[in-house]
């Protein structure tokens, strides 16, 4: 795997039925469900992942970037990374090791969150969709 690659983790998944996703869609192209060592956290309704110890194995999905010059303003507005945003941001991208479904290793980007965590609720499982599993997100 030599391309670009987006792992994402919560809202942007597919169960997750977001409009950014859709068009996030035209721009990257689906290669499998995935995992990445990290601790992943309720912020909201939507995660933050953090790369710290101990890991625990992070559920998302991996994507080819199609068309980076396109994808990544829209997706860095999405996560506040725009201009007009408050600094510090909340997220920063970062290369992240991603192992897919079948074993296949690759580096690529995420948004990793860059606040402090001290009062966010860890989600044990790592996988922020499944506590939506009943109810929908």
């Not at 010059?69 to 506040?80: F, K, N, S, T, V």
């Not at 790592?126 to 109810?135: E, H, I, K, T, V």
Request: hydrophobic share 40%.
């Amino acid at each position: 795997m030599s391309s670009d690659y987006l792992f994402v983790y919560g809202t942007l998944r597919k169960a997750a039925e977001n409009p950014v996703r859709e068009s996030m869609l035209a721009y990257a192209r689906f290669v499998a469900e995935a995992t990445v060592m990290g601790q992943l956290y309720r912020v909201s309704h939507y995660p933050a992942l953090v790369l710290q110890e101990p890991a625990y194995q992070v559920k998302g999905e991996l994507y080819q970037v199609m068309a980076a010059a396109q994808l990544w303003p829209i997706l860095d507005h999405y996560e506040g990374l725009c201009v007009d945003a408050s600094e510090p941001h909340e997220y920063r991208k970062a290369q992240v090791m991603v192992t897919c479904s079948d074993g296949r290793q690759c580096m690529a980007t995420a948004y990793l969150y860059n606040r402090d965590i001290a009062d966010l609720e860890l989600i044990a499982s790592g996988d922020f969709l499944a506590q939506f599993d009943n109810a929908g997100p």
